[in-house]
């Protein structure tokens, strides 16, 4: 899973970058060109990996990811320029769009000063005209190879002029609702406006917890209402500092601030479930795993995500809920109560099902 972190120029992106992923990347106080996309990989935090670790003690324990994407912020009115991020982001399966809520005249804001709103609608708006540019560029192919005799795919440009009148209107693609067919069809156009988005508030040291900062978020959850869209607000330079801190350190440093557990965490958590992920787990001696998949996805589409030799040999799955795992303390003892199960191909996996394959290839 591949989550780009965008924004304005020095509205925190990098900084917020580092701490999710532990590197050091070089913040400035001024926007920077940067060649590549810097990639990093998240571990998602999971509780139940921890305890299911301290009971099998495996050789390896391994959490499900987020793979994070830094690159150049977006500038208003340069298509051109933004077109570069877009081409660069436009395989991910979400974005993170970061607004500056801090306050800092040695760090320049692209626009003159703060303003959480206005910078939202700018980035927003950016996305919808570079989409609307994809699909005038797209119409414009088909009316010229009609002149050359070629005759268009009718269900695409029927597509196209719907997003147009979408797109025109000031409107991001991901808050309408296509079909099946309709979102099968605009796949390969890769649009930045529907992706689903979560919103970051990056706050300043003293307003991370402050009436201001509730009101900045509540003001932006007015203004992004539709479902795939989450709005949070978080200190970037706070988290950055946690991250570099050993553990008990940062335990301790959390405990003074009175945070229970670090924002990230809940940014990582917020993305994983805004894209309707869930986690099954697996279980051994040698390995205590969580593996990724979508929500609703069944036994033996799931088996394929360890291997595709279980999927195609799939017999049964072994299944029992963490929760029932936890409070019985044992597999026999789950079994013998019943809450060891055994499912079907069909069998619609949930978050936290503790799950052994059977298969035959």
């Known amino acids: 899973m591949k989550i780009a972190i965008t924004g304005l120029a020095n509205s925190g992106k990098t900084t917020i970058f580092n701490a999710l992923t532990g590197m050091d990347l070089e913040t400035t106080i001024y926007a920077t060109v940067v060649p590549e996309p810097r990639l990093g990989v998240v571990k998602v935090p999971d509780a139940r990996i921890d305890k299911l670790s301290e009971i099998f003690k495996p050789k390896k324990t391994n959490y499900a990811t987020v793979e994070y994407m830094d690159y150049i912020g977006l500038t208003k009115g340069d298509m051109e320029q933004n077109r570069k991020v ?7 399966e979400a974005v993170v769009h970061v607004i500056r809520g801090f306050e800092d005249e040695q760090v320049i804001h692209p626009l003159g000063g703060v303003n959480p709103k206005r910078d939202a609608e700018t980035v927003e708006l950016e996305m919808i005209f570079g989409d609307l540019e994809l699909v005038d560029k797209r119409l414009d192919r088909m009316e010229q190879g009609m002149k050359r005799g070629k005759k268009p795919d009718e269900a695409e440009k029927k597509l196209l002029l719907k997003c147009k009148e979408i797109l025109e209107g000031e409107r991001p693609l991901r808050d309408v609702e296509f079909t099946e067919e309709e979102q099968r069809g605009m ?41 795939r ?4 607000s978080l200190c970037g ?125």
Not at 229 to 232: Q, T
């Open 86 to 92: 877009f081409d660069l982001i436009k395989d991910v």
């Open 187 to 227: 796949s390969h156009l890769q649009f930045m406006s529907i992706k689903p988005l979560v919103v970051v508030v990056n706050a300043g040291e003293k307003d991370m917890n402050s009436e201001e900062t509730a009101a900045t978020v509540a003001l932006l959850q007015s203004l992004f209402t539709g479902k």
């Open 229 to 232: 869209v989450r709005v949070l």
């Open 237 to 361: 330079k706070i988290e950055m500092e946690l991250v570099q801190l050993p553990s008990d350190e940062a335990a301790a440093f959390l405990d003074d601030l009175g945070i229970k557990e670090p924002a990230l965490n809940k940014l990582i958590h917020v993305s994983y479930d805004l894209l309707g992920m869930i986690s099954f787990l697996t279980t051994g001696e040698d390995e205590v795993r969580a593996w990724t998949i979508r929500k609703g996805m069944n036994a033996q589409k799931a088996a394929g995500k360890i291997h595709s030799d279980i999927e195609r040999g799939f017999i049964r799955a072994e299944v029992v809920s963490f929760d029932d795992f936890i409070a019985l303390g044992s597999m026999s003892a789950a079994r013998d109560r019943g809450l060891l199960r055994l499912e079907g191909k069909t069998y619609e996996v949930k978050d936290g099902d503790i799950i052994n394959f059977r298969f035959n290839v």
